[in-house]
């Protein structure tokens, strides 16, 4: 998650206030983690699984901001 950040924040696609990179990404990637442990061992798929990663999204962006 973290190198993920810092080439989203290298090629402009987001920024970052916070330099702290790595307390950011550990905090992205323990919600993501836990937010998909929900539907373990029953994978998601179709329109669920297209709004979940949607949510994800839409988390990260906004926990990076």
């Known amino acids: ?3 993920v950040v810092r ?3 290298e090629s402009g696609e987001f920024k970052v206030d916070d330099k702290d990179i790595a307390a950011k990404a550990k905090v992205v990637a ?3 983690n836990g937010y ?3 539907y373990y061992p029953d994978i998601p798929r179709g329109k669920e699984r297209r709004e979940i ?3 994800i999204v839409s ?3 906004a926990g990076l901001a």
């Open 7 to 9: 080439m989203g924040i």
């Open 59 to 61: 988390f990260t962006m």
């Open 53 to 55: 990663v949607n949510d």
């Open 30 to 32: 323990h919600t993501i």
């Open 1 to 3: 998650v973290e190198e």
């Open 36 to 38: 998909l442990l929900e």
